[in-house]
């Protein structure tokens, strides 16, 4: 079992920067890959992008260049940063751990002026 805790989420206005913290608990060395996800009011959960073991990330189109992925092994936390954001970036994000199919509970990311 694996347990994620997300944290880190706000209100923010339009063009600001946010950081969201993704702490991992329990059989760590069962997780390959953490994604970012999140999911807006009516929409359904879309994938954010992710980081491997060895620090390998990849990104949605829609968050290239504006967000970023790392990772912390000692803390066993993972991170996202998130720079000039859009209210269309407004959504619950969730962390969630790969093979093993874990979910945080999410936290809001509010974008509005």
């Known amino acids: 079992q694996v347990q994620l805790v997300e944290s880190g989420g706000g209100l923010v206005q339009p063009g600001g920067s946010l950081r969201l913290s993704c702490a991992a608990s329990g059989q760590i060395f069962a997780i390959r890959v953490m994604g970012w996800y999140r999911q807006a009011p009516g929409k359904q959960r879309e994938w954010v992008g992710n980081?491997?073991?060895?620090?390998?990330?990849s990104y949605a189109d829609s968050v290239k260049g504006r967000f970023t992925i790392s990772r912390d092994n000692a803390k066993n936390t993972v991170y996202l940063q998130m720079s000039s954001l859009k209210p269309e970036d407004t959504a619950v994000y969730y962390c969630?751990?790969?093979?093993?199919?874990?979910w945080g509970q999410g936290t809001q990311v509010t974008v509005s002026s």
């Open positions: 969630n751990a790969s093979p093993v199919g874990s």
């Open positions: 980081i491997d073991r060895v620090g390998y990330t």
